[in-house]
């Protein structure tokens, strides 16, 4: 990862049409948000898109907008929208272990107590479920106000995920979940026919101002009109160019 000067990199951004929010992360609201900020090596964001930042850049497709700062490590698709107060939860403590306690896996809590260590004999056993690794959320996902998310979580396309809920397990696409920890509530559409024909066509791709003239309120008719441009070629896949590190160097 590289840190970078915050106000140039935002004006980068802002340049390839991606409008960002310095905000602290919910989990330190009080937090002051540096003159730098971190960019990963392999993050892209999407142009017109918005997120808040908080000291991190992350990856975000077009047409989202994130109004809670997240980790380096989520990455967010298309036309999702997500609330404020939204957040990840920090590494997992294996509590199966003698203790739940640093000390049995992370060399850093022996460093810190490193003076007692007089016969250096003790050395901590990596735990390799520790990070925020591998959080994915897809395309079309609402996820409301004060939901928290734990690491290596895959929430699926078109998903809805309810204010406040606790996400502890992947959530399947198109699935509405809520509570603490979340449940299934039930599916977005009844139709398993529509769910299906939905992940097939994957409408995220295009972008929305070629939707012009469609049915906006019934998925079955979109989905018909959608296939009649694809049939014609009178619609192509929106594909933009991703902005990577040295876009803002």
């Not at 735990?127 to 979580?153: L, R």
């Not at 139709?191 to 070629?210: G, M, N, V």
């Amino acid at each position: 990862m590289n840190k970078y000067a915050a106000i140039p990199t935002i004006t980068a951004l802002a340049q390839h049409k991606i409008g960002v929010w310095r905000k602290p992360a919910t989990a330190t609201p009080t937090a002051v948000p540096s003159k730098e900020i971190i960019v990963p090596f392999n993050f892209a964001i999407e142009p017109h898109c918005r997120l808040a930042v908080h000291d991190n850049l992350y990856s975000v497709g077009s047409f989202t907008y994130c109004m809670s700062s997240m980790p380096v490590s989520v990455s967010i698709g298309r036309y999702c929208s997500i609330a404020t107060g939204v957040r990840v939860l920090g590494p997992r403590h294996p509590h199966e272990r003698i203790s739940s306690s640093p000390f049995t896996y992370d060399r850093k809590f022996l460093e810190i107590h490193s003076e007692l260590d007089e016969e250096e004999s003790f050395t901590p056993t990596p735990y390799k479920g520790t990070g925020k690794y591998g959080i994915t959320i897809g395309n079309d996902v609402w996820i409301g106000e004060g939901v928290t998310i734990a690491g290596s979580v895959k929430i699926g396309d078109g998903a809805v995920v309810a204010g406040n809920s606790h996400i502890v397990k992947d959530v399947e696409p198109y699935t509405i979940v809520g509570g603490n920890p979340a449940k299934f509530i039930k599916m977005r559409f009844e139709s398993k026919s529509l769910l299906t024909a939905l992940q097939e066509i994957q409408w995220w791709k295009y972008k929305f101002l070629d939707f012009g003239g469609f049915d906006l309120e019934n998925p079955e008719a979109f989905i018909s009109q959608l296939k009649e441009k694809i049939s014609a070629g009178t619609i192509k896949e929106y594909r933009p160019n991703k902005i990577k590190p040295a876009d803002l160097m």
